[in-house]
């Protein structure tokens, strides 16, 4: 099992870019596909991005498809997400996870969660 912590939110323009990372304590967590989430006030935690154990696959929603970009480094126990191009609609606290089973291509179901980073877009 890992524990998550998420980075690197923050208040900026619309236009403008973040780089959220998520910390991973835990020896195993190479083994578990990775994921981002958000949730906008009143809104349901929705799944934004996804990386397999391995790297080698991810996936993305279309409301971030083409701007977002998800990584993993298992060197460094961290999955980043690169967001680009960012719209108000945009705002949300964003949240990490792994899978609750090892050795998938995507985050199917959430194991374990970080506590969340505020990012926050303004128009």
């Known amino acids: 099992q890992v524990d998550l912590v998420e980075s690197g939110g923050g208040l900026v323009q619309a236009g403008g870019s973040l780089r959220l990372a998520c910390a991973a304590s835990?020896?195993?967590?190479?083994?578990?596909?990775m994921g981002w989430f958000r949730q906008a006030a009143g809104k349901e935690r929705e799944s934004i991005a996804s990386i397999s154990w391995s790297g080698i696959s991810t996936w993305y929603a279309d409301s971030v498809k083409g701007r977002f970009t998800i990584s993993r480094d298992n060197a460094k126990n961290t999955v980043y997400l690169e967001m680009n191009s960012l719209k108000p609609e945009d705002t949300a606290v964003y949240y990490c996870?792994?899978?609750?089973?090892?050795?998938?291509?995507?985050?199917?179901?959430?194991?374990?969660w970080g506590q969340g980073t505020q990012v926050t877009i303004s128009s």
């Open positions: 835990g020896r195993t967590f190479s083994n578990y596909a």
């Open positions: 996870a792994s899978d609750r089973n090892v050795f998938k291509d995507y985050v199917v179901v959430p194991g374990t």
